[in-house]
Each structure stands twice: as C-alpha cells, then as structure tokens.
C-alpha cells in the first residue's frame, strides 16, 4: 500500500515541517515501548542530524533503531546505572539502550563531574549507535563547557593498506563556546565519509565519488552496495587509520566493551556498541567569564575571511561547524528536504505500525507558519546549537519531561568516551 503523503513527484525530493517529523518518529518508538521522555530524547537527536545537513545520521536510522528493539537486540527500558566513578571519572552502564538517551545520560553525568571537579570524563558501555556526536558536545557548550565526544563503531573500515574491515568509522566531536557568537563545532568521522552517506546513496540509486571505499576484493568503486559490502577507508590515509585505532582502544579496551573485530554491525541484529563522553573547565572559571573564552578566536567575518587565498571561491564558512548552523537555520525555516524514496519507506514502515506519516509541502511551498502547524506554548524543541532554547507550540507527541525507566536486559559492548571542560577567561 502507498502512502498518499508520500506519492513520489518524478522522484523529487519531499519537503516536510521537522516538527512533523519529531512527532512522527517520537510515536514510533513509543509505539515500541520507549518510554515518551526517552522517545523524545532519541527522535530529537535524529531530526538534529536532519537539521544540521547531516541526513546520513537521521530519519534514515529510525527504522534500523526500531528493528532493533522489536528483535530484542537492544532494551526499549534500560536500567542505566553508574557503574564506578572515581574524582572526576565514572564509567556508565547503559543497560543496552538506545545510543541516545545512554549518550545524553552520559553526558549529563559528565557535566555533573565537570561542575565539582573543573572537568569530567565519563565512559560508556552496553549502549548502541549514538547518532551525530556534534549532538553531545552541544550539550556541554549549552552549559558553557567545552566538549568531546568520540565512540567506537562496527569493524566497516579497512585499517590504512589492507582491504578487510577491522576498524571502525570511529567519530569524533568537538564543541567550544564563543560567547555572543557561534560556537565552534567539528564533528566527523575517521574514515573519508560516515558510512551512512553509502547507505542513502544505495537507497537512492546513486553512484558514490571514487576514494570513498573499496569492494570487496579491495578495489576501488562507485557502486554503493559494492561499498557497503566491502569496507570504508580511512580520511587521510594513515591518519584516520591511527587515529580510528586510538578511539577504538579508548572507547573500548578502556571501558571493559567491545572492540575492533568484537563489534556487531547494525545490520547483524545480535548484539552492541559504546562510546566516551568529555566535558571541563578551568578551576576560575565563572558562568558569565567561561561563555567568553573562545571569542579572540573571531566569528569576525570582516577580517577571517578575507584571508582565503587569492582566487579562491568562497564556501560560505571560515570555522568548524558553520556551514551546519547555516543549515540549520535554512531548514527550520524552509522544511527538511527528505528523498522520496526514504520517505516512502519511511512510511511503510511507519504503517506497519499503525503510525501515519506526516504530509509534505504541496509543491511551491516552502516553510508552514507556526499557527498553521497548531501549536501549544509548553512545548520545548532541541535546542539551537548555540545553546538557546527554541520554544514552540504544539507537538502532541506525549514526550514529557518525566521518564519512567525499568530494569532490563544487558548485552555486551559500544563505548562513547565524553569530556567536558569549562574554560574562562578576562578580557
């Protein structure tokens, strides 16, 4: 059956209100049992991967979430628990939960430590696939801190001069406040791209640039399932090779979690994975001075960038995390574009469980106004990346602010490594 919301325009790309999304995928999981608050939670971390240009990392993971808790691989109701915690260290169990809300708690108890101790560093195990790591490091710069968040993956990447996967795509996220102006942001991962943006393009039909991939017989390719089958490379050759085994060894070896070959894919609905999370700040540092440190840095658009070399064609953005800002603002104003066939199978799966999927615009139409989308006043939406709270009104997703959480399952193994520190600073 095809969802009259979603009938494919000549394959064109839909265009749907992100608040229509949150609902969508926030029903979804509620659906699964996902208690509302931790619904929210995850739904707000993918349509954040939407928001931020990112569509590798968003509405395409729902349904690989989803299946995943109707197999029982991962806990719908996870008893997360401090496992140890030592100054200003502690390890987080995150009972096989969603990568979510198990990262989210992390970096909250990470942030905990950096308010007593000046920094924090919190690890993680039984969690799963986290979503965009740029999501958690905004978390610490909302509370004026600096933070770090890295995780291992499945083996999906050849290590530098072989051909097997044994490495993961292992991301790594950096967040630093600038005060008045835009936070610093850089998230990315160690191999060339996220693996993810092969699986949209395998979806999609669509071939992938040379350099991003091998088959698997080692040779290089542009066919997305070819790629898919055999193994990602690392972004700079044995750079992002070591590095990929640094985050590997820290997220993993460290926290007592899986590791390299040890690393169940999401597709192998069997087991896991985990992560570090990071936050700090200096020993002096107050709310009003620490949220000033970065600023010499300079958002200054007058001076940075008119340093680019001559001839050299502006691409709208001199520091980390800009062109995702820009992003951002775009899409909540103007819709999240999704392609039509994402979006049909998004919907097909959302009538599977008796979830409608929200309309997209009429073709010409650009952004809906917030009295036509019924809104309520009470509702909070994620935050922007600056920190800021963006109020609306209306999302009838009944993802309060309470959680109910019950004891349940354990499965073994992903790490997410978080570090906050809060920075200060005279001027």
């Not at 600096?146 to 097997?164: R, T």
């Not at 001839?311 to 062109?323: A, C, D, N, R, W």
């Not at 799966?349 to 010409?364: C, D, H, Q, R, T």
Request: glycine share 10%; with cysteine.
């Amino acid at each position: 059956m095809t969802c009259p919301s979603v009938a494919v325009r000549a394959m064109e790309p839909l265009r749907y209100h992100h608040l229509d999304l949150l609902e969508y995928a926030c029903r979804v999981l509620e659906r699964l049992d996902v208690p509302p608050d931790d619904a929210r939670e995850t739904s707000s971390c993918l349509l954040k991967a939407e928001l931020r240009g990112v569509d590798s990392h968003g509405l395409v993971r729902l349904p690989v979430y989803a299946r995943r808790i109707q197999k029982g691989v991962v806990n719908a109701r996870p008893d997360i628990r401090i496992a140890s915690r030592t100054g200003a260290t502690a390890l987080l169990d995150g009972g096989n939960g969603l990568g979510p809300v198990v990262g989210s708690r992390a970096m909250d108890e990470t942030l905990a430590l950096a308010a007593t101790y000046g920094t924090g560093f919190v690890g993680v195990r039984h969690s799963n696939h986290f979503g965009p790591a740029a999501y958690y490091v905004e978390k610490a710069i909302a509370a004026g801190c600096v933070g770090l968040a890295i995780s291992n993956a499945p083996p999906n990447m050849a290590p530098f001069g072989g051909k097997a996967r044994f490495l993961g795509t292992n991301p790594v996220a950096i967040g630093i406040p600038a005060g008045r102006e835009s936070p610093l942001i850089f998230d990315a991962s160690t191999s060339v791209v996220a693996r993810g943006k092969i699986i949209v393009a395998a979806q999609t039909g669509k071939a992938i640039p040379e350099g991003w991939a091998v088959d698997p017989e080692g040779h290089s390719t542009t066919d997305a399932n070819l790629a898919l089958a055999g193994a990602m490379l690392p972004f700079g050759g044995p750079k992002g090779s070591a590095l990929s085994f640094i985050i590997d060894i820290a997220c993993g070896v460290l926290t007592g979690a899986a590791f390299a070959s040890h690393l169940n894919t999401l597709e192998d609905l069997s087991s896991v994975t985990e992560r570090w999370t990071c936050a700090g700040r200096d020993a002096n540092g107050s709310l009003h001075d620490r949220r000033r440190v970065p600023e010499p840095y300079g958002r200054d658009p007058g001076h940075a960038r008119k340093q680019r070399p001559p001839g050299l064609v502006s691409i709208g953005s001199s520091f980390p995390g800009e062109i995702e800002l820009a992003n951002e603002a775009r899409l909540r104003e103007q819709g999240i574009e999704l392609p039509a066939q994402i979006a049909a199978d998004l919907a097909r799966f959302g009538e599977s469980l008796g979830v409608a999927f929200p309309p997209a615009y009429p073709p010409g139409i650009r952004r809906r106004r917030e009295h036509e989308h019924g809104l309520r006043p009470d509702v909070q939406l994620p935050p922007h990346s600056d920190g800021r709270p963006l109020r609306v009104r209306n999302v009838s997703v009944g993802c309060r602010n309470s959680c109910d959480r019950s004891a349940g399952t354990t499965h073994s193994s992903s790490q997410i490594l978080a570090f906050a520190a809060r920075a200060s600073s005279t001027r």
